[in-house]
């Protein structure tokens, strides 16, 4: 069982920057493939980013490609969301998800289906 725990949300204007974290609990945090996905009202969960096991592999949505940063800390147990240029359409809740990867297996990041664990979900509201 894994629990993931998101923080860094809050209030920003257009333009600004903020950097969201999410902490996972557990020993094995590093076979675990991590991804950001966000919601906003009225709209269905869309795909972020995500990162696999080592963070040597990161994917992206156009629409956050050049102003996101994904990275991680399998010493802190933590995923970061890295966020810049923020526009209002970037209102959201933001989740993390961690996807159990055994050895030399993959997984289909923008998939939230695939993904094992979630985090309750932090708000990002960017005022224009």
């Known amino acids: 069982q894994v629990q993931l725990v998101e923080s860094g949300g809050g209030l920003v204007q257009a333009g600004g920057s903020l950097r969201l974290s999410c902490a996972a609990s557990g020993r ?13 009202p009225g709209m269905e969960r869309e795909f972020v980013t995500a990162i696999n096991r ?11 490609k050049g102003r996101f940063t994904i990275s991680r800390d399998n010493a802190k147990n933590t995923v ?4 810049n240029s923020l526009k ?14 055994a050895p030399s297996t993959t997984w289909t990041p923008p998939v939230a289906d695939e993904y094992d664990y979630w985090g309750q979900g932090t708000q990002v509201t960017v005022s224009s």
């Not at 094995?28 to 906003?40: C, H, K, L, V």
């Not at 080592?54 to 956050?64: E, H, K, L, N, R």
């Open 80 to 83: 970061y969301l890295q966020m």
């Open 88 to 101: 209002p359409e970037d209102t959201a809740v933001y989740y993390c998800a961690a996807k159990f990867l």
């Open 28 to 40: 094995t945090f590093s076979r675990y493939a991590m991804g950001w996905f966000r919601q906003a």
């Open 54 to 64: 080592s963070g040597s592999s990161t994917y992206y949505a156009d629409s956050v």
